[in-house]
């Protein structure tokens, strides 16, 4: 059983900061790609940024320059630092992870819940 929880959201001014973290559990082997997802409301869900097993990274042009994708192996933890946050940023932020349980097993795609990010004006 593998488990993705995020936390970090909350409500915050323009212009601030904010840092989310997702953290993986359960019966874990490998960890691929991980990455960072946000749906607005009445949208779609799109990708934020994402980080290879070897840490090489991929962003939306809308945060190039203002978030910055990290994960800890060791821990099993993948991490947005998002600064200088606008309105349009509001969003449900979604981790994913694409994980291998166990040496035999296929690699699964897990999602956590999601977490809030409200910009306010």
């Known amino acids: 059983q593998v488990q993705l929880v995020e936390s970090g959201g909350e409500l915050v001014q323009a212009g601030g900061s904010l840092r989310l973290s997702c953290a993986a559990s359960?019966?874990?082997?490998?960890?691929?790609?991980m990455g960072w997802y946000r749906q607005a409301p009445g949208k779609q869900r799109h990708l934020v940024a994402a980080i290879t097993s070897r840490s090489r990274t991929n962003y939306a042009d809308s945060v190039k320059g203002r978030f910055t994708i990290t994960r800890d192996n060791a821990k099993n933890t993948v991490y947005l630092e998002m600064n200088n946050l606008k309105p349009e940023d509001t969003a449900v932020y979604y981790c994913?992870?694409?994980?291998?349980?166990?040496?035999?097993?296929?690699?699964?795609?897990?999602w956590g819940k999601g977490t809030l990010v409200t910009v306010s004006s």
């Open positions: 994913n992870a694409e994980i291998q349980s166990g040496v035999w097993s296929r690699t699964m795609t897990y």
């Open positions: 359960g019966s874990i082997a490998s960890i691929s790609n």
